[in-house]
């Protein structure tokens, strides 16, 4: 019978429902991360509607950002062969 109360279980219910990321995998905690902090690295320009493009690659989850202003690229990988 429902309780009234949004309670989730499995390995995300720690993540209160409703937010962001609530019912996501870790990835896409991480992804959503990657949006909070939407600056280029190279020339400081903000991006509003930063998206982070993904790839997966020869054991290796790839995200990757172009800055609209400057074309520098932002990289960042996550390996899955136990390599650092």
Known sequence: MPTGRN?????CSAV??????????????????????PTCPECGYVDDGADWRTAYHERRLVYRHDCP???AVDTRVIRFDGAR
């Open 16 to 37: 209160p429902h409703g937010s962001p990321t609530a019912g996501a995998t870790a990835l896409d905690a991480y992804r959503d991360r990657l949006r909070e902090t």
């Open 69 to 71: 202003r400057c074309a």
């Open 7 to 11: 309670v989730q279980s499995g390995p």
